[in-house]
Antibody
Framework: EVQLVESGGGLVQPGESLRLACAAS????????MSWVRQAPGKGLEWVAN????????YYVDSVKGRFTISRDNAQNSLYLQMNSLRAEDTAVYYC????????WGQGTLVTVSS | DIQMTQSPSSLSASVGDRVTITCRAS??????LGWYQQKPGKAPKRLIY???SLQSEVPSRFSGSGSGTEFTLTISSLQPEDFATYYC?????????FGQGTKLEIK
């Protein structure tokens, strides 16, 4: 069974940093693209970033380019999202998802950016 | 960026009804489209991929169709557990983009 478990969310002040993690199991992590998607409170879904199997390709939505970095550790079956210079508008539940086509999702972790 | 226009934004229907939700892409995306169901407080769940392929273990009352710029999700006979919010997603090119969602409510 595919399992994705996000962690690392919390309350931070504007301008601060946070690193999210996603622990994967139940599939061959190193063979899959991985993704981050977010959902602001009461709003729709927004794709954030994708990373290729070997980390050689990464793609981001414009609003996070230069501030967020997606990475992975295939030996640890883990996906990460380093978020710097956080803004109030980054407040959301962050989901990791398996595959280039977002086949399976974790339960999400809440990031709140507020002073 | 490719814009995904989803309609309607909300829909009231009864158990047993047939329901159709539409997504229109601002440019052609072949069949690079998925449909997702989200219930309150839960993660989205993929129902359909490649526009018309049913995700394993998803009931056959769900179906998808379309190609290019026009896509539909149809629920042939609504069940109580189907009341949720539905989203389309284009993954033809980056940035991926979602439709704004359709909230399906009980009439």
């Amino acid at each position: 069974e595919v399992q994705l478990v996000e962690s690392g969310g919390g309350l931070v002040q504007p301008g601060e940093s946070l690193r999210l993690a996603c622990a994967a199991s139940g599939f061959t992590f190193s063979s899959n693209w991985m993704s981050w998607v977010r959902q602001a409170p009461g709003k729709g879904l927004e794709w954030v970033a994708n990373i290729k199997q070997d980390g050689s390709e990464k793609y981001y939505v414009d609003s996070v380019k230069g501030r967020f970095t997606i990475s992975r550790d295939n030996a640890q079956n883990s996906l990460y999202l380093q978020m710097n210079s956080l803004r109030a508008e980054d407040t959301a539940v962050y989901y990791c998802a398996r595959g280039q086509w977002l086949a399976h999702w974790g339960q999400g972790t809440l990031v709140t950016v507020s002073s | 960026d490719i814009q995904m226009t989803q309609s309607p934004s909300s829909l009231s229907a009864s158990v047993g009804d047939r329901v159709t939700i539409t997504c229109r892409a601002s440019q052609g995306i072949r069949n690079d489209l998925g449909w997702y169901q989200q219930k309150p407080g839960k993660a989205p769940k993929r129902l359909i991929y490649a526009a018309s392929s049913l995700q394993s273990e998803v009931p056959s009352r769900f179906s998808g169709s379309g190609s290019g710029t026009e896509f539909t999700l149809t629920i042939s006979s609504l069940q109580p557990e189907d009341f949720a919010t539905y989203y389309c997603l284009q993954y033809s090119s980056f940035p991926y983009t979602f439709g704004q969602g359709t909230k399906l409510e009980i009439k």
